[in-house]
C-alpha cells in the first residue's frame, strides 16, 4: 500500500513567488481532495476532483490558487504571487467515489502534507 | 454559524479515565459522518466512521443523534497514547461529497 504521497514536504518561499505542490494519490482512488490547515484549526477545503472532473472550489479560494488533475491520477496545486497569509499546511487526500451510498462513507487517505511558509 | 462545531478543549484527564467528546453539525441533510485522529504535525488519520446506529471499536464508541444533529466519541481506559486532536468530519450533502471538518478537539491524558 503505497499511501497518499506530497511533495514537497516543506516550501519557504518569499512573498510574491508562486509555488507548486505534487499529490499522488492511492491508485485505485479516483477522488481527490485539496485542504489547508493552520494552527488550531481544522482542515478547510479548497477543492476536490471526481478523476480529471475539478468538481468543486471553495469560494474562499482567491483566483491565485489553481488545481489541476490532467491525467487522473496526481494532481499539482499552484499558488501564485503568494502572501504571508497563505502560510498553512496543504493536505491531499484521496478517496474511492462514485454514485450510490457507498460514496458517502469513504474515508478521506491523507497524505502527510506540504508546510508552507511565505516569508 | 459554522457548518460543524467542536469545543476546542483542550480535554486533560488521567489514565484510566473516560472521556467524551460532541460535535455539532448545521446541515440536516448530512449523510455521513467519521472521527478523524491527528496528532501534532501529523495528517489526520480515520479513527472510525460513525453509524446511525452507533459502532464501537474497542475502547471507542461513536454515536450519531440525527434528531438533535450531534455526533459523540467516547473513549473508555484513556491511554497516554490516546493523546491527540479528535476531528469530526461530516459530509456535505446534495451531492457534492466535500468532507467538512471541525475544528478538532484536544485530548491531553497524563499519568
Known amino acids: 500500500d503505497t499511501g497518499v504521497s506530497q511533495d514537497p514536504r516543506h516550501k519557504i518561499t518569499k512573498r510574491g513567488q508562486n509555488v507548486t505542490f505534487r499529490c499522488d494519490p492511492i491508485s485505485e482512488h479516483n477522488r481527490l481532495y485539496w485542504y489547508r490547515q493552520t494552527l488550531g484549526q481544522g482542515p478547510e477545503f479548497l477543492t476536490y476532483f471526481q478523476n480529471e472532473a475539478q468538481l468543486e472550489k471553495s469560494r474562499l479560494l482567491s483566483d491565485r490558487f489553481s488545481a489541476e488533475r490532467p491525467k487522473g491520477s496526481f494532481s499539482t496545486l499552484e499558488i501564485q504571487r503568494t502572501e504571508q497569509g497563505d502560510s498553512a499546511m496543504y493536505l491531499c487526500?484521496?478517496?474511492?467515489?462514485?454514485?450510490?451510498?457507498?460514496?458517502?462513507?469513504?474515508?478521506?487517505?491523507f497524505g502527510n502534507g506540504t508546510r508552507l511558509t511565505v516569508t | 454559524r459554522k457548518e460543524v462545531e467542536q469545543d476546542p478543549g483542550p480535554f486533560n484527564v488521567p489514565e484510566g479515565a473516560t472521556v467524551a467528546f460532541n460535535c455539532t453539525y448545521s446541515n440536516s441533510a448530512s449523510q455521513s459522518f467519521f472521527w478523524y485522529r491527528q496528532d501534532c504535525r501529523k495528517e489526520p488519520k480515520l479513527l472510525m466512521s460513525v453509524y446511525s446506529s452507533g459502532n464501537e471499536d474497542g475502547r471507542f464508541t461513536a454515536q450519531l443523534n440525527r434528531a438533535s444533529q450531534y455526533i459523540s466519541l467516547l473513549i473508555r481506559d484513556s491511554k497516554l497514547s490516546d493523546s491527540a486532536t479528535y476531528l469530526c468530519?461530516?459530509?456535505?450533502?446534495?451531492?457534492?461529497?466535500?468532507?467538512?471538518f471541525g475544528r478538532g478537539t484536544s485530548l491531553i491524558v497524563h499519568p
Open positions: 468530519v461530516v459530509n456535505k450533502s446534495g451531492g457534492s461529497y466535500i468532507p467538512t
Open positions: 487526500a484521496s478517496s474511492r467515489g462514485g454514485p450510490g451510498t457507498f460514496s458517502y462513507n469513504s474515508p478521506l487517505h
